[in-house]
């Protein structure tokens, strides 16, 4: 079973809903990742936090809207989405800082979005 | 066992037959690679990784070979069992450039034949 927890698997939207996609992880890793992957394809990087800051924003469109509470938690907030943003939004962590030596990021099972 | 030289999306192997998965990297600089297996409707699972310091690398019925000459990575499975199926794609990163995430590379499918 993943330590990473994502809710919920899966979501239907309408283009002027607004809904959030949740992460969370209790490993003690400071650094925390969205991807999204659409079908037959490889995951792509949207943000990245560190520390609970982000540090990395891939140019994604700001109808997502990324939050980290904390250490532990990780949202995703959605509005006025496109069908075209339908996919799997994959929730990543890895431990970051002085003492780690793998570049290995956990993923949760992802939540499914549809947006019609 | 089947191999594939270059880049396949799909490849397709007899049950108890090994397999060879490879995967062509882009970064030069990269110094950390890994493969993960993605089975339908699941997130990406580690199955192995490997540093630059290393060429090879062992698992349970698990080998990642390393060739920076060529930028290739390539996964062998041996004996493959139906347990097997799934989507597997290499990533790439650096490590100690903070948490910048891993490039993913192309999947490729594998298919177990009974």
């Known amino acids: 079973d993943t330590e990473v927890t994502q809710t919920p698997k899966h979501l239907v939207m309408g283009m002027t809903n607004k809904k959030s996609l949740k992460c969370e992880q209790h490993?003690?890793?400071?650094?925390m990742y969205w991807y999204k992957q659409k079908a037959k394809k490889p995951p792509e990087l949207m943000f990245v936090?560190?520390?609970?800051?982000?540090?990395i924003n891939e140019s994604v469109p700001s109808r997502f809207s990324p939050e980290c509470p904390n250490s532990s938690l990780l949202n995703l907030h959605l509005h006025a989405l496109q069908p075209e943003d339908s996919a799997l939004y994959l929730c990543?962590?890895?431990?970051?800082?002085?003492?780690?030596?793998?570049?290995?990021?956990?993923f949760g099972e992802g939540s499914r979005l549809t947006v019609l | 066992g089947e191999s594939v030289g270059l880049h396949l999306p799909t490849l397709s192997v007899q049950e108890g037959d090994n397999s060879i998965i490879n995967c062509a990297y882009s970064?030069?600089?990269?110094?950390?690679f890994i493969w993960y297996k993605q089975e339908s409707g699941k997130g990406p699972q580690f199955i192995i990784d490997i540093r630059s310091n290393m060429d090879k690398r062992q698992g349970q019925r698990v080998t990642v070979l390393l060739n920076k000459t060529v930028k290739h990575l390539s996964l062998q499975i041996a004996a493959t069992q139906p347990g097997d199926s799934a989507v597997y794609f290499c990533?790439?990163?650096?490590?100690?450039?903070?948490?910048?995430?891993?490039?993913f590379g192309k999947g490729t499918h594998l298919i177990i034949q009974p």
């Open positions: 990543a962590s890895s431990p970051t800082g002085e003492g780690w030596d793998t570049g290995e990021l956990f």
């Open positions: 970064n030069s600089a990269s110094d950390y």
């Open positions: 490993m003690g890793h400071r650094a």
């Open positions: 936090y560190s520390y609970e800051k982000l540090s």
């Open positions: 990533a790439e990163n650096i490590l100690g450039g903070g948490a910048d995430g891993l490039t």
